[in-house]
C-alpha cells in the first residue's frame, strides 16, 4: 500500500498563490505516476495534472495549464502543486492520487484531500 499525505491547503485571496504537498509513503517504489485532483461542492472531481515518477513527463488539465505546475522530489518522495493567479472558482478539496501501473489513468491510492478556498 502507499500512503498519501496532502498539505498547504487554506485560504487565500484571488491573485494569491499557493504551493501543496503530498508526501508519499509505504509502497513508493512500486509509484508509476502522481497526480491531482479537486472536487468542488456540488461538483464532479476534475483532473489538474500528473507527472511520471521515472522521468521528468508532466500533463495538465487544458483549462488549468499556465497556473498550475506539477512537480516532485524523489529523495522525499513528495509531490508539489504550485497554485497561481488563483479564483475564487478554484475552491475545492484538493487531492493527491498515485498509480502503480501504466494503465492510462488509473489511480489506486488517494489523499485524504486538503481544502483550498479562494475569497473574491
Known amino acids: 500500500q502507499v500512503q498519501l499525505v496532502e498539505s498547504g491547503g487554506g485560504l487565500v485571496q484571488a491573485g494569491g498563490s499557493l504551493r501543496l504537498s503530498c508526501a508519499a509513503s509505504?509502497?513508493?517504489?512500486?509509484?508509476?505516476?502522481m497526480g491531482w485532483f479537486r472536487q468542488a461542492p456540488g461538483k464532479e472531481r476534475e483532473f489538474i495534472a500528473g507527472i511520471r515518477w521515472s522521468d521528468p513527463s508532466t500533463w495538465y488539465a487544458d483549462s488549468l495549464k499556465g497556473r498550475f505546475t506539477i512537480s516532485r522530489d524523489n529523495a522525499k518522495t513528495t509531490v508539489y502543486l504550485q497554485m497561481n493567479s488563483l479564483k475564487p472558482e478554484d475552491t475545492a478539496v484538493y487531492y493527491c492520487a498515485v498509480g502503480l501501473t501504466t494503465a492510462p489513468g488509473k489511480y489506486d491510492y488517494w489523499g485524504q484531500g486538503t481544502q483550498v478556498t479562494v475569497s473574491s
Open positions: 509505504g509502497r513508493t517504489s512500486s509509484v508509476y505516476r
